[in-house]
């Protein structure tokens, strides 16, 4: 999601459209379901994906038909028998996919890709909402918990209430919602949650990158510099060297958290587990 949205403000500052393909609601068996995104750019590259074959096929034809016409629209896709035994699914389903387009000269879009980072970089939960109430006409906003809505949502309309319509609807899924009158797609953007992992040796080496690169907040806790810094983990969020019979005094490990327990030795497991329960 960070690479997507910093290649769309890239693209937007070189003067140049794109379009944001989003899978908005799905059923049955398909290769991906709400939440799948995927950027093309005037160039005909992308990034991301909403589910490879014929699908992903379908929907980059719609997304250069979207570039042509400066138009936004949805789509949706059904895969039948043949066609998913074709990108060898075993079973049918369907798809519907929002395709965006968004105006190069579009700055107010341009900020909130800026928004969007800053909430990546906090373990605090957030939401990507989009008006889905007009294909042609949408507008996006981000909202962040203790900080409340921000983005075109926020300076149309009653932000407060609408909040308060939405609240309900901020889970862990991606979701389609009526409020006020108008129809909204909520995604989860961030869950908050960082993951503690006690110990740096080879093991943590190889899980760190795994679970950064599916969008866990990791810190990396060890009592020896040389394996508890940003050069061995550079996917970490951050390195602690601190003592392992004292892990309270350097982090605050809450209900939300998770802890990955590999020292070096099983009496530093013991010590590390027992603080951490």
């Not at 459209?17 to 899978?23: D, E, F, K, M, Q």
């Not at 007009?134 to 407060?160: D, N, Q």
């Not at 740096?200 to 080496?205: C, E, F, L, T």
């Not at 990396?220 to 550079?234: G, L, S, T």
Request: net charge negative; proline share 3%; charged share 20%.
């Amino acid at each position: 999601m960070r690479r997507l949205f910093q290649e769309l403000l890239e693209a937007l500052e070189r003067g140049e459209g794109a379009v944001l393909a989003t899978i908005i609601a799905s059923s049955g068996s398909t290769p991906r379901g709400a939440g799948s995104r995927m950027l093309v750019k005037e160039d005909g590259t992308f990034l991301g994906t909403v589910g490879g074959g014929a699908v992903e096929y379908q929907a980059q034809c719609a997304a250069r038909e979207a570039l042509k016409n400066r138009q936004s629209c949805v789509k949706g896709f059904t895969l039948t028998r043949n066609q998913v035994a074709d990108i060898g699914m075993v079973c049918g389903g369907n798809v519907v996919v929002y395709i965006q387009y968004i105006n190069p000269g579009d700055q107010d879009m341009q900020k909130f890709c800026a928004e969007v980072a800053q909430a990546l970089d906090r373990d605090e939960d957030s939401w990507l909402i989009l008006d889905i109430t007009r294909e042609t006409a949408w507008s996006m906003g981000l909202y962040c918990a203790g900080r409340g809505l921000s983005g075109a949502l926020a300076l149309s309309g009653k932000p407060g209430e609408l909040e308060a319509e939405l609240l309900p609807h901020f889970t862990a899924k991606a979701v389609q919602v009526e409020a006020m009158g108008r129809k909204y797609y909520c995604e989860p953007l961030v869950q908050a949650g960082t993951v503690y992992i006690f110990g740096g040796g080879h093991v943590a080496q190889e899980l760190v990158p795994v679970l950064a690169h599916v969008g866990f907040r990791c810190v990396v806790y060890d009592d020896r510099a040389e394996f508890a810094n940003p050069q061995v983990f550079p996917m970490a969020a951050e390195t602690i060297v601190g003592d392992l019979e004292h892990i309270g005094d350097r982090v605050d490990i809450g209900p939300q958290d998770y802890v990955c327990v590999m020292t070096r030795g099983h009496q530093f497991d013991y010590y590390v587990q027992k603080q951490a329960m």
